[in-house]
């Protein structure tokens, strides 16, 4: 997982399934990570943990 500041907020690109998610806050990133994730794999939410890239 890639996060890179924009101007409205955080873009999360998750190269690994070629998706990305948008938070507006930085302590949203992960949550919006994983809905993504969850969402677009149907692997159950609680069964996914992310680590973002430096």
């Known amino acids: ?3 890179n500041r924009d ?9 690994e399934i070629e998706a990305v998610a948008h938070a ?3 302590d949203a990133v992960s ?6 994730i969850a969402a677009r794999t149907g692997i159950p939410i609680g069964y996914i943990a992310v ?3 430096d």
């Open 1 to 3: 997982m890639e996060v």
């Open 7 to 15: 101007a409205s907020g955080w873009v999360i690109r998750i190269p």
């Open 24 to 26: 507006r806050r930085r």
């Open 31 to 36: 949550a919006a990570a994983r809905e993504c």
């Open 51 to 53: 680590i973002a890239k």
